[in-house]
């Protein structure tokens, strides 16, 4: 709640449209209402992984526009698929067709997606490994083990 100057409070879904406005028209987004209701309108599932962040319409028009939307890679197929039902959806939610299409933009992998980064093993942790997997007859075998006990070792703090 946000307390008006006349003393009473008011919600911020009421506020939102009044102080964001000018921000978001600057992004194509008139009425603020498509960012404040996203999770609603798509699903809290799919409003963790893609983001409005551009509508632009037509030359001399606000109607059949494209919202341009920022996606993780991993749920921009799924977005392309659901298309149709996603438009009806938003499109629903204005009361008119605001929206035509979707463009997607896929930003890099997310930062657990990484590799962590491996620090180099010490003199003893080497030497222990090479102890364990020196008895391993198999070349292949032992050269695979050794690279999983590196990783596991070198995944370890100190």
Do not use: C
């Not at 609603?40 to 962040?53: H, K, M, N, S, Y």
Request: aromatic share 4%; net charge positive.
């Amino acid at each position: 709640m946000i307390e008006a100057r006349r003393g009473r409070l008011q919600s911020v879904g009421a506020v939102l449209p009044r102080i964001a406005g000018r921000t978001l028209g600057k992004r194509g987004f008139g009425e603020a209402q498509l960012v404040q209701h996203w999770a609603e309108i798509v699903g809290e599932r799919l409003a963790r992984d893609a983001t409005p962040i551009r509508l632009s319409f037509p030359r001399g028009g606000r109607r059949d526009g494209t919202l341009k939307v920022r996606v993780t890679p991993g749920i921009a197929l799924e977005i392309q698929h659901d298309e149709p039902l996603l438009l009806e959806r938003i499109n629903g939610f204005f009361g008119y067709r605001v929206v035509a299409r979707l463009g997607l933009q896929q930003t890099g992998p997310a930062p657990r997606e990484r590799p962590p980064h491996r620090r180099p093993l010490g003199e003893a942790e080497a030497a222990e490994l090479e102890r364990r997997v020196g008895a391993i007859a198999d070349t292949g075998l032992r050269t695979a083990l050794t690279r999983l006990g590196a990783a596991i070792l070198a995944a370890q703090r100190k």
